[in-house]
């Protein structure tokens, strides 16, 4: 590949010169960013630079949960958690979700409101009591952020999706599921009509925050702000902040006929998830097999998990059901102390968005409007 140096006048011009805004990664945040910087500065030069050729995090990987987060998960973070910030990470899901559909548009996400269910075991009465004596409490809180009642028991779904050794389920009535590819593609058209310069393939190496300049596989780039929405991969640019890589897996199946499932499922504490695609099955998760394992960079999957994720399929999701695996990959999240992302400027003309955690898809377009606020 050629050096920014080895480059025509007018493509160093036009591409890497006289920049206003540099946006380091692709996912959703930095296209959320872009887009208001733009709206924000329209006569700004805005650079996004990513280093896939398709965005290469979680943005175009994730499982398409339009998720707040299920009361399995919620009491686990309260209990982990300063209750404010837990009811104040929900409401940011919340209305990052009704920003995100505003924008993008229902047609373009494919955004179905199907609900969602959090399903219990045998084996974890003790969570569903926690449940069910603490469903007053989550359903007013939810009514306070949302204006609608969030959860209640149904354990006729258990039968009704046809699951076999689960025990009940508790529905999250406002969950919804979207198409993550369309949604992306959309976000690039976007840009693409506001006229942001995205360029792909890539690499930032270093960012020199006090000169303001980046340092890419193709040379140095400078540019009047910079700002790093690299999610898991923040801590390789900036050491002091704290996000962790978290590596997720997730296979498809074949499409299955008469398919009863239809709506998004959460076990186990979140650890497990899946939806419905038309008459196939997207399912993720077990990274809780092998936390440290799971805590890298590489984007590959691994036989111990995907192993764990067929079984589930077959002993409880689809039970007596022929299907086959016709896809499967990872991606990576980041995670951190607090589910609650980080949106500040480290100095005057860097700033960071970051840390989106597993239910970024309803945060990612606020956290990219707030970032593009900071300037
Ligand atoms: C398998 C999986 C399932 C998930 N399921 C759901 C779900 O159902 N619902 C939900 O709400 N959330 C889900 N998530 C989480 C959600 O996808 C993320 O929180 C969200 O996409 C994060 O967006 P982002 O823009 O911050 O990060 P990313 O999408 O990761 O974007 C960061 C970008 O930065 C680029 N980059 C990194 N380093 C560099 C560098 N040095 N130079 C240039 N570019 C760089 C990367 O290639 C990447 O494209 C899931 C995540 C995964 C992995």
């Not at 993720?284 to 111990?304: H, I, Q, S, W």
């Amino acid at each position: 590949m050629l050096n920014i140096e080895q480059l025509s006048f007018w493509e160093r011009k036009s591409f890497f010169e006289n920049n206003d805004f540099l946006i380091v990664g692709g996912g959703i945040v930095g296209c959320s960013t872009a887009y208001h910087l733009k709206i924000n500065y329209p006569k700004a030069k805005i650079v996004l630079l990513e280093r896939g050729y398709l965005p290469s995090g979680a943005s175009t990987k994730n499982a398409g949960f339009a998720s707040f987060g299920g009361p399995v998960e919620l009491i686990e973070d309260l209990k982990k958690q300063d209750a404010k910030l837990v009811w104040d990470t929900v409401q940011a899901r919340y209305e990052g979700l009704v920003y995100l559909r505003e924008l993008i548009g229902d047609k373009f996400l494919d955004f179905q409101q199907n609900g969602g269910w959090d399903l219990i075991s045998p084996y974890q009465t003790n969570v569903a009591d926690d449940v069910r004596n603490q469903l007053e409490y989550l359903n007013d809180e939810f009514v306070r952020i949302t204006g609608n009642k969030g959860f209640q028991e149904d354990k006729s779904a258990i039968k009704r999706f046809g699951f076999s050794g689960l025990d009940t389920a508790f529905k999250i009535n406002l969950e919804g599921q979207i198409d993550t590819g369309k949604m992306m593609q959309r976000f690039n058209q976007l840009l693409h009509v506001l006229g942001v310069v995205v360029l792909n393939g890539i690499s930032v190496l270093a960012v020199d925050e006090s000169n303001v300049t980046v340092k890419t596989s193709i040379g140095d780039i400078k540019s009047a702000n910079i700002i790093i929405t690299t999610n898991g991969f923040t801590s390789q640019l900036l050491k002091n902040i704290a996000v962790q890589p978290a590596r997720a897996q997730v296979l498809v199946t074949s499409p299955i006929p008469d398919l009863k499932i239809k709506g998004t499922f959460h076990y186990d504490a979140g650890y497990y998830y899946f939806r419905n695609f038309e008459n196939r099955i997207l399912f993720g998760g077990a990274r809780n097999l092998d936390f440290e394992g799971e805590t890298t960079y590489e984007m590959v999957t691994t036989p111990k998990i995907q192993k764990r994720l067929k079984e589930l399929l077959k002993t409880m999701i689809i039970p007596n059901t022929a299907f086959s695996i016709d896809y499967q990959w990872s991606g990576i999240m980041g995670l951190g102390e607090s589910k609650y992302p980080i949106i500040e400027k480290i100095s005057n003309h860097v700033a960071v968005g970051a840390r989106l955690g597993g239910i970024g898809v309803a945060l990612g377009t606020n956290v990219g409007k707030k970032v593009a606020d900071l300037f």
